[in-house]
């Protein structure tokens, strides 16, 4: 898929996310409890999901054991509140409706990739509630609640850089998708890869325990190629100019500082 497809679609992405915030106000979090007015706490997980049935919440009823993944770097809100929420929906809908369901047998998950030291907390206790957490929706309208189901699995990088960089380059991993504010490029004025940029230098001395999401995509990219599998498609959807032209840009400007 080419970089103009990325582009048009990280657009699309970002276009339904902002209507969403001006309907109404998402908070979220990795919360290791559900509430009811006038009920108990009960702790999130996959196996107490039953407890829940019955309480004024959106609950996951789809299978959750995906053969094929989309796989995201920056599990932060927005990626949480917005691609979380309309991925939950679509695989809700397919589920309720299976003759509506194009990809025959395909069922998809995300997989949650930090990059970050900041990110282990936070992942840490979504791979406590199996990826599961709350979706809390305050608008004119009133407050609603949903379990999001589609996270499937939560992987901290620095912790385990093997099996990060495994899962990225798993030929069931189709896509790609970032989230990692402008910054998180590290591109100089003019949109080139910075190349005095701490991470950079890291990743450029050490290729297989990757910092930056940009040395993170260049080498799951390498190793599909050194196992024969196709690349995935990449689909940065941060708010930065041309970002599937500018993303393709510093993969190949750091792939050739690499290897030349």
């Excluded at 699309?12 to 001006?22: E, G, S």
């Excluded at 992987?155 to 899962?167: D, F, G, M």
């Excluded at 402008?182 to 591109?187: I, L």
Aim: charged letters at 20%; hydrophobic letters at 35%.
């Amino acid at each position: 898929i080419n970089a103009e497809y990325m582009g048009t679609l990280s657009e699309c992405l970002f276009f339904f996310a902002r209507k969403t915030m001006r309907a109404a106000c998402r908070w979220n979090a990795a919360r290791s409890t559900v509430t009811q007015s006038r009920g108990a706490a009960t702790q999130l997980s996959l196996g107490n999901l039953p407890e829940l049935r019955g309480r004024d919440l959106h609950l996951p009823t789809y299978t959750r054991s995906p053969n094929k993944f989309i796989a995201h770097l920056g599990v932060g809100n927005f990626h949480r509140s917005h691609q979380q929420y309309y991925t939950d929906k679509l695989l809700q809908h397919y589920h309720d409706n299976p003759h509506d369901h194009p990809l025959d047998n395909d069922v998809y998950g995300y997989v949650g990739v930090g990059l970050m030291d900041s990110e282990q907390p936070l992942l840490r206790s979504l791979q406590q509630q199996d990826g599961l957490y709350t979706l809390l929706t305050m608008s004119h309208e009133g407050h609603s609640a949903a379990v999001l189901g589609s996270l499937t699995q939560v992987i901290h990088a620095p912790e385990n850089y093997t099996r990060a960089l495994n899962r990225l380059a798993d030929p069931d991993t189709r896509i790609v998708t970032l989230t990692v504010t402008e910054k998180g490029y590290c591109t100089d004025a003019k949109l080139n890869l910075f190349m005095d940029h701490p991470g950079i230098q890291h990743d450029l001395a050490n290729p297989a325990l990757p910092q930056t999401a940009i040395g993170m995509l260049v080498a799951a990219l390498r190793l599909r190629r050194r196992r024969g599998i196709l690349p995935f498609t990449v689909v940065p959807c941060d708010n930065i100019h041309d970002n599937g032209t500018t993303v393709k840009h510093l993969v190949l400007q750091f792939a050739d500082c690499l290897d030349p």
